[in-house]
RNA sequence: GCCGACGUGGCGGAAUGGUAGACGCUGCGGACUUAAAAUCCGCUGAGCCUCGCUCGUACGGGUUCGAGUCCCGUCGUCGGUACCA
């Protein structure tokens, strides 16, 4: 684009204001016990989720969330909080170490560039943040805390009885064995099924196979001795401690979803000699149990198959082994089974049914065995009637349904002493009757499955464990920050081995004693880095007690971050596993709240400006440094918050930045106009005098809205409201510092560089502003008695369409204006040989005449 | 399939059950200028018999003096999730 004269010159004052604020540390927010702290102020922990500093980096949707913490944390700081708002980086992860293969220099280096990048663009935004207490996921300080965390969690176990963690050292009292502690550590070692990917030499997340497959490269599965942690232990808790928070619902939906809470029975099927037991939602449908299907997985599927069916159960068993999740939960293609030869007596009428095993069944939930009742669940339907397995109706539809195959409640039918009775009672009974003979139990499902901890990289936190005689044992605190060694190269070994085994002298210790190679997921650095915030430079604890205590504290609210923005692709993973850890540190005392994050807010995804996502191959993505070079910060900033609600999805336009550009060059010309010489110079227009009644209004109806705005994060309406200010003070012919002088307080925490700088030119101009709230840079008081009206418009409806308008006096009583409204010449025209059935008086806003 | 969010001008969007379209963009006209840019002013939902009237917030019903807003149903878009027994 075309070099043009910029409409302000704000490629001089912004830098020249960043400097200012980093050199006075002027955002910067003393801990208790520092110099200047004042306890009697409030806090407020405004949070950003930190970003991953790509190589590619800031994207324009960083600035969206981050820009509505900043407006936030420069409100409440003008109104008079201590505001803790900081930023840092979640530096670990696979693209450094990729990079690192490619060049053979330690991920280090070009991790430090990256943030060395996101660092300097995002300064040129002008946050407000308190870079002090910067943190990075991938510093020995910070990796010391995050293995401290891992330990703690490594020696607590879950007592079920009070639902908490406890300390390990509790077991270790009583007289139980290695193996009995070993399996109840809330970090343990499970051999586990993971997604092993040859080309980079690690095991992937399941949210990542499809990503790498995408690019080409095989994943497959493989079971593999894996680090994991408990945190099913907490399922209950992390649905019910939902409920106090301030989050929008529907992350709490996703949640309690990705959780999934079921209810339901644990019966006993007996297979020869042998139990199986099932997991259903439906025990009320028992009676109708026509067949049993097993997991291709489970353990008893070799001891209940018969000779004649071994062969096509081992061929089944493999076709299922060499099918990627995707290709088996693929419902397009029907269902496949393979009949084992085993029959299972059904324990409540004694019928010997058919075990198969088929892949609809999987392994990793409930027990990997359930009772199929065709009659009354579609997949068990479908299995049925393609295997001519016979159908037996249990469960009475009510009158009308059509359904083949009925999932509802109903009366229960064909179910011997259970016949007549209703689908919730025909459970509770069938429920007491299994527990009664000692065939059942009631018992709650999750979902939610244990999180698998360990991957076999090189960047990211290794594990604080050695193992000695094939156990575990952690390294001591004072051994803390394992940090991982340089390599020769950063190469996969190809193997499962994690990358770390290929060094050699770090692991072996002698004496047989070795240092576990895995590292941690990248996940570890942020399920804790907003404690770190509140006490960033602490070298003896992962926080200050008492930063803890002020930081978190719960000041008559549920306590931790006040406000927490970010994008919704962390709804589950992160946000979840964030909450379990740090219920695990209140539990043993290290936190004082349940809960982190008291209120969340999600921004919406911002498009290209074809309505598409923005990325590099549609050609569609925008810079914000660009943005930055042409329009300024402010611009940018002012832009991404008047696109429309912070949690929408929008669509980009280079146009409206240049409206919103307009609107600041608007503000700009209210104080600076050019002189013959085409400098700019104090606007002659501008004038030490009262403002009128009507400047005053619109003034402090801005004041108004514009905090009220804020404080719902409606920053769109906040903007246009400052546009009718401005458009009202640029049409004055002397134009009221004082009234300007508010304008600019407002616009303050949405363009900080524009508004100091004119405000630091009126105070030199007009010393008469250099008092009070103005000179403190304080949030104004509106004053009601200037928004008060002497007359209002009253709309005159007839039939409720608008057919008049009057002004009245303001409070003038209703009777008053009915009559006014009754003698409106439009009035009687619309009710013209019409009977007035009645009038109905809203007072201040309108009167509509009833005729018919 | 299930769960969730949302359907308002040419576009982004605004409207405690009370004047639909604030504010911004685009477009058109005008002022300034030798000219252009920038700036400033006016108009900009559709239709008509253009004083003014009628229609209009995805569609069909309902509640109400009055519905973009509340209720029921339908369609569509986006996001999440998926054989979870």
């Known amino acids: 684009m075309s070099e043009r004269r910029k409409q302000f010159p704000f490629d001089e004052f912004e830098p020249k204001w960043q400097a200012r604020w980093e050199t006075e540390k002027t955002f910067s927010v003393p801990n208790p016990g520092d110099p200047g702290f004042d306890a009697s102020k409030p806090k407020f922990f405004v949070l950003d989720m930190f970003p991953y500093p790509s190589g590619a980096g800031l ?24 505001v803790l708002h900081p930023m840092g980086w979640d530096a670990f992860g696979l693209p450094a170490e990729e990079h690192a293969r490619k060049t053979g220099e330690h991920p280090r280096l070009n991790t430090e560039n990256n943030v060395n990048n996101f660092r300097r663009q995002l300064k040129r935004l002008g946050f407000a943040y308190d870079w002090d207490r910067e943190v990075n996921t991938t510093d020995p300080g910070y990796v010391r805390w995050t293995q401290w965390i891992f330990l703690q969690l490594y020696n607590s176990y879950f007592d079920e009885a009070t639902q908490k963690a406890r300390p390990i050292s509790e077991l270790e009292a009583q007289d139980l064995g290695r193996d009995e502690i ?36 095989a994943v497959e599965r493989r079971p593999l001795k894996q680090w994991m942690l408990r945190i099913t232990a907490y399922a209950q808790r992390l649905i019910d401690e939902l409920d106090g928070l301030d989050w929008p619902e529907g992350i709490k939906l996703l949640q309690k979803n990705w959780i999934g809470r079921s209810e339901g029975a644990l019966v006993d099927f007996a297979i020869g000699g042998e139990k199986v037991t099932v997991f259903t939602t439906r025990p009320d449908t028992l009676f109708g149990a026509t067949y049993m299907v097993l997991a291709p997985e489970h353990p008893l599927v070799d001891r209940i198959t018969t000779p004649e069916q071994k062969d096509a159960v081992e061929a089944y068993r493999r076709a299922c082994a060499a099918k990627s999740d995707l290709e088996r939960t693929d419902l397009a293609k029907g269902k496949t089974g393979v009949f084992t030869g085993g029959t299972a007596t059904n324990p409540v009428n004694g019928e010997e049914i058919p ?46 349904s059509t359904d083949t195959c009925f999932t509802g409640d109903g009366i229960a039918v064909n179910s011997g002493f259970l016949d007549g009775l209703p689908t919730p009672e025909v459970k509770a009974r069938i429920i007491a009757w299994l527990e009664e003979k000692g065939l059942g139990t009631k018992t709650v499902n999750y979902k939610l499955r244990d999180w698998l901890f360990s991957r076999q990289r090189y960047w990211g936190e290794p594990f604080p464990i050695v193992w000695k005689d094939g156990r575990h044992e952690a390294i001591p605190e004072s051994e803390l920050p394992l940090l991982a060694p340089e390599l020769e190269d950063y190469k996969p070994s190809g193997s499962p081995e994690p990358i770390l085994s290929k060094a050699a002298a770090w692991v072996d210790l002698g004496n047989g004693v070795a240092r576990e190679t895995n590292t941690m997921p990248q996940w570890a650095g942020s399920c804790w880095y907003y404690l770190r915030y509140c006490d960033a430079r602490n070298a003896d604890r992962f926080m200050g007690k008492e930063a803890e205590a002020y930081w978190l504290a719960k000041n008559g609210k549920p306590g931790g971050v006040d406000l927490y923005v970010g994008g919704t692709e962390h709804a589950v993973l992160h946000l979840l596993y964030a909450r379990f850890w740090h219920k695990v540190l209140f539990d043993l005392g290290h936190v004082s709240t349940p809960e982190p994050f008291q209120k969340l807010v999600n921004q919406g995804l911002i498009l290209g400006e074809d309505g598409q996502k923005m990325s590099k191959s549609r050609g569609n993505v925008v810079n914000p440094d ?27 336009s280079m146009k409206g930045v240049e409206g919103v550009y307009r609107f600041l060059a608007r503000v700009w010309r209210l104080v600076m106009e050019t002189n013959q010489e085409g400098e700019w110079v104090l606007n002659a227009k501008l004038a030490d005098t009262e403002p009128d009644k009507g400047t005053d209004k619109v003034v402090h109806a801005t004041i108004k809205k514009v905090g009220e705005d804020i404080e719902s994060m409606s920053f769109n309406t906040a903007i246009s409201q400052m546009m009718v200010s401005t458009n009202e003070l640029t049409k004055l012919e002397r134009v009221p510092v004082s009234s300007v002088a508010l304008l600019l307080q407002v616009l303050n925490p949405f363009a900080p560089h524009l508004t100091e700088e004119l405000n630091a030119t009126l105070a030199a101009a007009f010393p008469s502003l250099d008092a009070g709230e103005l000179a403190n840079r304080l949030w104004p008081v509106y004053d009601p008695a200037k928004l008060i009206e002497d007359e209002i418009e009253i709309v005159l409806q007839v039939n409720g369409k608008v057919r008049d308008k009057l002004f009245v006096a303001n409070g003038a009583p209703n009777e008053e204006v009915e009559t006014l409204a009754l003698a409106s010449e439009k009035v009687r025209s619309f009710t013209e040989g019409l009977t007035v059935r009645k009038v109905i008086v809203v007072p201040g806003r309108l009167v509509n005449v009833v005729a018919n």
């Open 59 to 82: 994207h324009v949707g960083h600035p969206e969330g981050y820009t509505a913490t900043d407006i936030i944390a420069r409100y409440r700081r003008m109104r008079g909080d201590n």
């Open 355 to 400: 075990v198969w095993i088929a892949d609809y069944v999987m392994m990793s939930y409930g027990t990997g065995a359930i009772m199929a009742v065709p009659a009354h669940d579609e997949r068990d339907y479908e299995f049925a009637t393609q295997f001519g397995i016979p159908v037996i109706e249990v469960v009475q539809a009510p009158e009308g």
């Open 182 to 217: 070993d399996a109840k550590r809330l970090a343990y070692v499970a051999e586990a099924p993971v997604n092993w990917c040859p080309d980079l030499g690690t095991v992937l997340a399941n949210e990542e196979v499809e990503e790498w497959r995408a690019k080409g490269h």
């Open 626 to 652: 660009d943005v930055v070079a042409e329009y300024g910060a402010d611009s940018l900033r002012l832009y991404e918050m008047f696109m429309g609600p912070l949690e929408q999805v929008k669509p980009w």
